[in-house]
């Protein structure tokens, strides 16, 4: 499997994570330079290029503040795994509208957590009130911090600590 490189910006600043044809073309066009190595090499018909782990990008690139993707694997994550009900921790989660979406709930950070399937089913499109359940903790967006956007590659890229902690 392709590991993920981390792009940095031309200040530093962690922004993205790319595979590694796509860091060594960055590199070789000059758009980008090698920061950190250390992951063997990589073959191509004709030679072979040192396999980057982090790459620092020449030019600074202008963007908008991060935010978290509002996605199910970022809610799940935002939630420790564990069903915002019944607290239990599980592998097969799903996400809850806390005001079912036929009354009008949005789908955003503060109405959305990671509940199991019985207490999903237990609620069924009906609202706390009406069921009796309680959240354990009030949803919010998760901070933009580097640490958070990119916590998800750290345990198989710790080389990345020092390059994510405190943006
Ligand atoms: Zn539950």
Same mark, same amino acid.
């Given at each position: 499997?392709?590991?993920? %490189?981390?792009?940095?910006?031309?200040?530093?600043?962690?922004? #993205? @994570?790319?595979? =590694?044809?796509?860091?060594? !073309? $960055?590199?070789? !066009?000059? /758009?980008?330079?090698? %920061?950190?190595?250390?992951?063997?090499?990589?073959?191509? @018909? !004709?030679? *072979?290029? &040192?396999?980057?782990?982090?790459?620092?990008? *020449?030019?600074?690139?202008?963007? =908008?503040?991060? +935010? %978290?993707?509002?996605? /199910? +694997?970022?809610?799940?994550?935002?939630?420790?795994?564990?069903c915002q009900y019944c607290?239990?921790?599980?592998?097969?989660?799903? @996400?809850?509208?806390?005001?079912? +979406?036929?009354?009008?709930?949005?789908?955003?950070?503060?109405?959305? @957590?990671?509940?199991?399937? !019985?207490?999903?089913?237990?609620?069924?499109?009906?609202?706390?009130?009406? %069921?009796?359940?309680?959240? $354990?903790?009030? &949803?919010?967006?998760?901070?933009?911090?580097?640490?958070?956007?990119?916590? +998800?590659?750290?345990?198989? #890229?710790? *080389?990345?600590?020092?390059?994510?902690?405190?943006?």
């Amino acid at each position: 499997m392709q590991r993920p %490189v981390l792009v940095l910006n031309a200040n530093f600043e962690p922004i #993205n @994570v790319c595979n =590694p044809h796509r860091a060594i !073309s $960055l590199i070789l !066009s000059g /758009k980008a330079d090698l %920061v950190l190595n250390g992951r063997g090499v990589i073959h191509t @018909v !004709s030679r *072979e290029y &040192p396999e980057p782990s982090i790459i620092r990008l *020449e030019k600074m690139v202008r963007r =908008p503040r991060p +935010r %978290v993707r509002l996605t /199910k +694997r970022e809610i799940l994550r935002r939630d420790n795994y564990i069903c915002q009900y019944c607290g239990q921790h599980g592998t097969y989660l799903t @996400v809850d509208h806390i005001i079912p +979406r036929r009354l009008g709930g949005q789908h955003a950070w503060n109405n959305l @957590v990671a509940a199991c399937p !019985s207490c999903n089913h237990r609620k069924g499109g009906r609202t706390l009130d009406q %069921v009796q359940m309680y959240l $354990l903790r009030i &949803p919010t967006e998760p901070p933009a911090t580097a640490t958070y956007i990119f916590g +998800r590659h750290m345990h198989d #890229n710790q *080389e990345w600590g020092p390059f994510i902690e405190g943006w």
